[in-house]
Structures are given as C-alpha cells and as structure tokens.
C-alpha cells in the first residue's frame, strides 16, 4: 500500500511539473500573439515600431534580452576561440624556426666581412673590410654584463607590463588604438617580445604596415605567446637589448654602450641608459651622431626617465639630475668606418649592391661572410700605379685631378679591380666613385658603333668590313646638324675603317651609325654592355652625336662591354660576389654565369683585329706606344677625349684581351677642361696593370699563355680575307665593291704621273666603293697606296744620277766615277758580260770599285747601273779587255 502511495505521488509531482510548464508555454505564447496582434499590419511598419529606441532598451534590460546576450557573448567566444585556434594552426609552420635556443642563435654578430676572391681561407690578405658600423663593438653580452638602468629604462618606455603579459598586452593595444584615434603622438601597441620577433624573424616584412601587414602583425603575436612559453622574461629582454637597432649600424646595446660613450654595456650611467633606451624607437631619427635629431632626441630621453620616475625604478630627484647632465656633450667622436679598407670604392659598391639585393636590413643587421671578385694583387698594382700618375708630372701638364680605372676578368664578367678616384681619402671628391658616376667616354664608343655596322646584314642592306670605305670628308653638315670636324681639323678622304677606327676619325664613325640606324646601334651598344647610354636625362635626344661619345655612361659597364667584344660578342652582366653566407653560414648569394650572344663572333674578331693593329694607328701614336701596346701581350685598345665647347674634358683608354678587360679615365669631378686632352695618358696605367696581371698573375694561374706574345683569338668560320682586310660572311663583294687596276709610285704610294721613272711604277688591283652619303665613288687600296693623290716625290726636270769615266785593268780592277743628281745614290750595280759581279751600297757622288776575275782573254761589256733613293736609274756600257 505505502510504495503505491509512493508511486502516486511521484506521478502527481510529475504531473504538475509538465502541467506548468505547458501553463508557461501557453501563457508565453498568448503573451506574443498579443504582442504581434498589437503591431502595425504593414511590414515597414512592424519593422520600425520594433526598432523604436525605447522598445529596443527595454528588451534588452529585460530578463530576455539577457539571455539572449548571453546566448550571443557565448556564440561569440567559442567562434573567437575557434578562429584564434585555426590561426595558431596555420600560423603552426611558422613556430617550426622557434625552438628553444633558435632566437639566441639568431642574436649574432652584425660586423659584415669582405673578402677578395680568396675568402676566409685567404686570411687577413683576403680580407678587405670589417663592416662594424661606426666603431668597435661586441653585439651579443650576457644579461649580467648589462646594467639594470638599462633594462629598467626599456621596460619603462617601452613595455612597462613586460613582466605581466604573456607576450601580447590587450590593454597595450587598447592605449595606442585610443591614443592614436584622439590623434595623440603615433603608438605602438608591441610588447617587447613581439618586437624581438619582429626584429629576428620578420626585418624584411616590417616596413609593411598596410592591409599586407596584417598576417605578418598575426604571426607577431601567435609566435610571442610561443616565446613567452619558451624563455623566460629576463632571457627575453636580454635578447631584445642584444637585437635592437641603436642608430646607424649599431645594433645592440653593447654597441651602442662603446660607440657613443665608450664604454661596456654594464657600466652605462643612468644618463647613458636612459639615451639608449630612447633610440630604438626611430634609430635614423634618434642616432646621436645625427645632429637634426638633437632636440627630439634629448625630449625622449627626459620621457624615458620620467616613466622610469613613474614605474618606481628611479626617484624623480635622479632623474633631474640625469636630465642636468650634458650628455649630447659627451658623446665619443664618430670613429672612422673605412679605418683599414681596402680597395674602398669596390667594397662599398658592393654592400650597395647587396642592399639592393638582398634587402638593407639583411645587410644592415650584418653578420655576413662576403667573398667578392676582387684580386687584391692586381688592386694593389692599380692603386700603385694610379698614386704614380698623380705624383708625377702629367696632371699638372694635362690639367686633370681624378682618375678611376676599373679591370674586369674578360671570360666571367668579374671585376678584379677597381679605383673610383685617385684615392679615397683625398679632400673633397675622394670618396666620391667615379666608376659608377655618368660620364662620356669620346672615341672609346666608336668600336661599338662600327660594331652595328659590320652587323649589317639582309636583303637590301649594304654591307661592310674593314677594308670598306666610309669617307672622311665634310659632307655630313647637313645631316648631323652642324660642322662636324675631326680632333686634328682636317679631312682624310677616303681611308678604309680599319684607318678610320684605328685613327679615331668622327665623320666615318657618325656615317656608321647613319647608315646602320641610330636606335639599332644604341640598341647594340647596350646589349654590348653599356646598358644605360643615351638614356640619362637630355642624353636620350643626343642623336647622331651619340656616335662619337655624346652621351654619359659609367665605366663599369663600359669595360663590361669592351669585355664583350673579348668574349667574341657574348654579353655577361659584370659580377662583384661570388659569394655571400649569413651568421648561421647559410649561402644567401651566389655567382652565377649568365651569358647571352648578342654579337656575331665574326664582327668581334674583326673589330679585335682593327684595335690591336699597330700599323693602323701609328699615325697617331707611332709604333709600340705603351699601354696601347702592352710588352709581351697582346691587346686590342681603343682611346677617346669628351669635350665640352670644343676643348678636351676627359680622356678615357680601353684595353682587353681574352683573359682581361681595362679601362681608365682621367678628368676632373668638377667637369673642368683640359689643358692637354692627349687621350693616350691613361695608357701608362694600362700598360703597367695588364702586364702585371697577365704575366705574373693570370699566366701562373693558368689563365693566359705567355708563348708568341700571349693568348689570341682564333678567327671565326666564315670571316673572309681580301687582300689585308678582314669581311664577315654575309660580306657581298658584288653588291659592295668593284675595283679596277692602278699604276702607282712605289715610293710616294701615290697614283703614278708621267714622270715617275719606270723602276719606280707598280700595278696595284684598288677597290672602288661608292659612299652612301654623297653616292660618289672612292677608292681604296692595300698596302697604304692611295688611289685618290699624285705622285709628289717625281718631276720631269728632277735631275738624275750621272756614270762618268768606267775603268778596268786586265787583271779585272774596276771603277766607276758617279756623280748624284737630285736625291742621294742607293746602289752601284757592276755587270760584266751580263753577268752581276758587285751590288754596292751608294750615298754620294765618288768613285765606286770592284774585282773582277776574268774566266777568259778577250773583250767583255762593262755595264754599270745607277738607282738613286726616289728609283731613278741610269745605266752606261763599255767595251774592256781582259786578261788571265
């Protein structure tokens, strides 16, 4: 009876529960009918009668409106804790690189190494520069080498809750959103962790502060938390004093400690700390060598130690007193950053590059291991060389104050050897480079403008070599838009190009570009090498004068391009590194050959051959001058002089050979002319390095022969010899020459008169070509004859040599009584019988004798045959006895 009683009521219980809960719901949904029932009918209506303020405020103070916010807030966290964990997820990679350790591996060193071509394995011969910024510096210390004024300063300025967050602060964030809204001094919401993140692992990224910054500022944050977990906070801001930039190059506060105050990290002043830790901030602003930053400067460091006041680290009566104290006045000197470089102008060439490469904050951070092209023996034999030069009497002579040379290895395109001016420590212009500075390189374009030309190939098309003749003459006038004159004032006629290059004539190199186009010789020339000629400002509408040197470019890629021409016509992007590794030894860079034929081999020989042709340009230097001729090795050289109002502004020589390429250029950095514009001057330093370099570095290293004079190229299949002059293949001798045969003077090499006697006449096959300016005929011929002036040495009245009284005993004594005319004797020719018994040398009028042994009795003729030194020959014949 009593469990049914108890059955009964557990029912009856039940029952009512379900019956008031069936009551509420009903109640709940009379209430809403009546609710909708009371609403407009129209939807819009509805929809604003519902959104009224009051309504609105009164739903969600009531106990429905908050569980509703409730139900939201808690949508609201776990899609906030789902995203936040599918970023950690795919962020997850990225904590792959922090492990415990990995950050202080990262901590190096930044004192960057440059090396010549050697490396480290070369030691310190190899080593050409240590980049430590402005002044000795250890980067990385202990956190008990640094003094706790130090540490306090930064977590006062910039972290003051570092030892409360977990590597994000929300409220940090919160102040700089607010602060920066209400348009206050820009903040930054970073922990000091998230900024030694950002420094180790983010550098290249940082300058990002669009949109594109925000998966980088994500991954700030989700690896902070990372770090957080694995070091603790001492160890973290020791890294981040060890990592941060400190103005100019000096990162970490060890650095910062010697430079500016000389002294270490641990024995910084609450003054000396307290400037510190205002630099990080803006270090290019803030760098204490900056004197624009002075002011601002010193108004951080007074925050710095108000906030130390405020964060109880210091009392508000020291930091008066360190704000009292003169610290811009004691600041150490800048030290000398170049103290012991070498080849400077190369090596900071190359940090340029590298910057641009590799990014200036990879290079700024340092810590790199750089092996450079660079020869240091041939840099060392071209500053001597260079230093001589300007301690001689030539700069006072020719009127120049700066040089630069720059030699590059001709097969690799790398440079071994460069001086951007006479020396980098001179006054005023020293550290300035003018390897790389814009400037006209005259006559020196010439062999790439005849390059295009010699290119000329196709239907329709004339063709040439160099024995094709553009004349020298003034019939340009009008095409080139003024007088076009040559260095010497006069006009040669019509010489052949190998004469017209090798003695640097203008009028045929502007016919050159002329006739093969102005942009597709532009177009060769940077192919060539001088990537940027005739694109720099107003040079880019210099036209036709661009064909004789008109428009600036840098030696750099001027030598690149003569090296061009030594490669036969492959173009390779001139190299200054062979190799760059960072501190963890990782190779971040390294050479690598690059080539691209841009010249038939065939035109590169053939201007090769013209350039290392003394005979050709003995009409202006003479034989063997040296530099242009190099003893014992053999190159091709071009020279060239810019003007400026007519009178010589720089003088430029180029050499190269199959193993090297040089060029030097001597002017001054301030564009003054010249009093002697003798573009050969630059020669003797040419001479002096490639004959040190091929004999003596590049022969024992098996990059040159030394036998018949060195290494030289072997002519390409398909280049056609005519008479001495070389053509490419597509040569068409039909479409381009005809020739007919001339009587000339062998003495003169002039056209044959009707007095010129006939010992002195010889036939010579001469080509007619016929100039595509003035479409007149000209005519060349071989062996320096020309076809287009008279025989000047000869005159009909000249007066000739005369045979007086001819002798002759028995026995066979002979002799002659000669007398001269107009030019001295040469020879006495003594016949007997027809036979040749003497051939003596003569000079002036005498008595010339000779034996004779007679073979039989009786009477022979005696004849004597006189040639003077214009080959004027007289004869005369005499019957005499003879006996045994």
Known sequence: MAKRTNKSRNMSVYSNLTHKRRTRKDTESRKKAEYLASLPKQPLQRLAYRLHPKRVFAYWFSKKGGIMALKIAGVGILMMILTVGALFAYYRKDLDSIRPGEISKRVQTTVTKYYDKRGPAGGDAALLWEDKGDGNYKLVVDGKD????????????????????????????????????????VQGGSTLTQQLVKQVFFADQAADRGLGGVPRKIKEMILSVEVERMYDKDSILDLYLNESPYGGRRNGVQSGAQTYFGVNAKDLTLPQAALLAAIPNQPGLYDP???????????????????????????????????????????????????????????????????????????????????TTLDIRIQDKL???????????????????????????????????????????????GQDNAATAYIQPGSTIKPLVYAQLLSNQGEGKANYGSGSVLADDNSMAGIYGAQLKNADGKYMGSINLRRSLALSRNVPAVKAMHVAGIEPTLTTIRALGDVNYCTQGADAQAGLSSSIGGCGTRQIDHVNAFASLGRMGVYKPYSTVLEVKNSQNEIIKKYKDESKQVLDPQVAYILSDIMSDDNARAGLYGRNFYGLSVPGVKTAAKTGTSDKGGQPKDIWTMSYSPALSMGVWLGNPDTRVLTNGNSSIPAKIIGQVMEFAHKDIYAAEGKWKADNGGSWYTMPSGVQRIGNELFPSWYNKAQAQSGVKMIFDKVSKKKAIECTPEGARIEVFVQKFNDPITKKDS???????????????????????????????????????????????????????????????????????????????????????????????????????FDL
Not at 300 to 317: N, Y
Not at 334 to 355: C, G, N, T, W
Not at 388 to 410: H, I, K, L, Q, R
Not at 828 to 835: A, D, T
């Open 383 to 429: 500053e001597e060389s260079m230093t001589a030069m300007f301690n001689s009497s030539m700069p006072n002579f020719a009127g120049f104050t700066n040089g630069a040379a720059t030699v590059e290895d001709t097969q690799t395109g790398q440079i071994v050897a460069m001086m951007g001016s006479r020396d980098f420590n001179y006054p005023g212009f």
């Open 289 to 371: 060598y900056n004197l624009a930053g002075h002011v601002p400067l010193i108004a951080r460091q007074h925050k710095v130690l108000d906030s130390m006041v405020e964060e109880k680290f210091i009392t508000k009566t020291q930091a008066d007193d360190a704000k009292k104290y003169p610290i811009l006045d004691n600041i150490e000197p800048a030290s000398d950053p170049y103290k012991d470089i070498k080849a400077p102008h190369f090596v900071q060439m190359v940090r340029a590059q590298l910057e641009r490469e590799l990014g200036k904050t990879t290079v700024g951070r340092g810590g790199l291991t750089v092996v």
């Open 779 to 881: 005519f060349t011929a071989p062996d320096g004859f020309d076809p287009n002036s008279d025989d000047n040495v000869h005159a009909c009245g000249d007066a000739k040599p005369t045979i007086g009284n001819i002798s002759a005993t028995k026995k066979g004594a002979i002799q002659v009584d000669i007398a001269t005319g107009k030019n001295p004797l040469q020879t006495v020719e003594i016949r007997v019988g027809g036979s040749v018994i003497a051939t003596l040398p003569a000079s002036a009028s005498g008595t010339y004798k000779t034996n004779y042994a007679p073979t039989s009795k009786g009477t022979q003729t005696v004849s004597v045959i006189v040639t003077d030194t214009v080959l004027y020959t007289v004869t005369k014949s005499d019957e005499k006895e």
């Open 146 to 185: 640094i003094n706790p004024y130090m540490k306090q300063a930064t977590i006062a300025i910039e972290d003051r809750d570092f030892y409360k967050h977990g590597g994000i602060s929300i409220s940090g964030i919160s102040r700089s959103l607010i602060n920066n809204a209400n348009g206050g001094s």
